[in-house]
């Protein structure tokens, strides 16, 4: 599979390894090359993608998985499709999005996260899961400005079927500025896959932040943030995101202007739960979701 892909320019670059747009078949496909030390996210997102059936409109369109030995070294690749708008952080870098481009956003978000979490019994099916590292920059915009979700490396499978909870073998943790408190202060069960699927809600509500930032209402919307910017330095370590996050109970400020446009105000009641320091408050995918259907059908009358 990687021999007929030719690889034409590099479009992002990680701890894991780089991004590539590649041409294939005669068309533009994204290939993930990974550093051969990171076989274990290899492993893991080809596992993740391969024997559970992953396939959905806001999952990422995964291709294939290939091992090539490129001048007698191995190379580790991951096939998917090729976004050309880029992930959502760059997406909300370049434009500023109205009411209906931001429901589309968070809905689809929300549905993937939905199809992520929910088990799903039968031949066909597939365990709930955990993502641990849901961010904007793992999140791709689709030309029809909806999204799908990225980068299971860290992803955590629990199946009721067989009881099993499988967690991998990636010692890797999420991205610190989207972990939650019980990460950050140790408090979690890891053993508890309810527990990992609350960590995904509290980044998916810093991702419903950064997104009603970019929001219009009144003709304004903020400039491109990312969560705690204005509190913490770029690559803040572990103990920075655990003074703002656990000690001080700090979360992103709500702009004053949202409270006058209903959607976005229903927005921010909806993030303040996701992020709610108790994992207990923060609401399940399936209730976020509803409720911003129910936000946006609202928002439809006053059109
Ligand atoms: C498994 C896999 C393969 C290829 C890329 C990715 C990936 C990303 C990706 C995928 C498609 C893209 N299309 C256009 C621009 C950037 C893209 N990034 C972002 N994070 N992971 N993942």
Redesign the pocket.
């Known amino acids: 599979l990687a021999k007929q892909v030719t690889l034409i320019e590099c479009?992002?670059r990680g701890k894991y390894g780089e991004?590539w747009?590649g041409h294939w078949h005669g068309e533009s496909i994204?290939?993930?090359i990974f550093f051969s030390r990171d076989e274990e996210s290899w492993k893991r997102?080809t596992e993740i993608?391969s024997t559970v059936l992953l396939r959905h409109e806001n999952i990422?369109g995964?291709i294939g998985s290939d091992m090539t030995s490129r001048n007698s070294c191995t190379q580790l690749w991951?096939?998917?499709?090729?976004?050309?708008l880029?992930?959502l952080f760059d997406h909300l870098n370049r434009n500023a999005l109205s009411h209906n481009d931001m429901i589309w956003i968070c809905l689809s978000i929300a549905n993937g996260l939905v199809h992520l979490h929910t088990e799903i019994f039968g031949t066909e099916g597939k365990p709930a899961m955990a993502h641990r590292d849901l961010k904007s920059?793992?999140i791709?915009v689709t030309s029809n400005g909806t999204c799908v979700i990225?980068?299971?490396g860290l992803a955590v499978t629990h199946s009721h079927v067989t009881g099993q909870l499988d967690l991998g073998h990636n010692p890797k943790v999420g991205t610190k500025r989207y972990m939650a408190p019980e990460v950050l202060d140790d408090g979690i069960d890891m053993e508890c896959f309810e527990a990992l699927r609350r960590t995904d809600i509290y980044a998916f509500g810093l991702v419903l932040w950064e997104v009603c930032r970019r929001t219009i209402s009144c003709g304004i919307a903020e400039e491109y943030k990312v969560p705690f910017y204005d509190v913490v330095p770029m690559d803040p370590s572990f103990e920075d995101m655990r003074k703002v996050v656990c000690t001080d109970n700090y979360r992103p400020s709500i702009p004053n202007r949202w409270s006058s446009d209903p959607l976005l105000a229903g927005m921010s009641k909806l993030m303040k739960e996701c992020w709610h320091q108790n994992p207990n408050v923060r609401l399940p995918a399936l209730r976020i979701k509803k409720t911003i259907h129910k936000l946006a059908s609202a928002d439809e009358k006053i059109r």
């Open positions: 479009i992002g991004v747009r994204a290939v993930k997102e993608y990422l995964f991951l096939m998917t499709h090729y976004y050309p880029g992930s920059k793992n791709l990225a980068d299971f």
